[in-house]
């Protein structure tokens, strides 16, 4: 079964940052869609908090590969650590996507994580 990934935000090809390009551009284009949420910025990044239909919000579709070291170098990126998400930065969720050709289909998508200790 394949997986796949939605991201929105850095995670957007020629949008990724040094430290997490190289991943990036190895992760294959499935397609484009959305989802419902609200967009808040993060600074320097954006997050989504998902449970409200305010905001469409577009991104990019990838198709996982079979190497886990893939989904473990985007989680090491974005801050999520499944043994503890209570102190993650963003948490990795299944979620419907609606692809652009019109099917809806679960993708990892990483939500902020409103819960999560801050540094203020």
Known sequence: MNEFLFTYGSLQP????????????????????YIFGTLRRVLPYPGVVLGCETDRISGTIYRLGADPEMLRLLDAYEEYFPETPETSHYLRVLHPVHWEEGRIQPCWVYVLNETAPTSD
Do not use: F, K, Q
């Open 14 to 33: 020629g949008c990724a940052p040094p430290e997490i390009a190289p991943v990036v551009a190895a992760l294959e284009i499935a397609g484009r869609g």
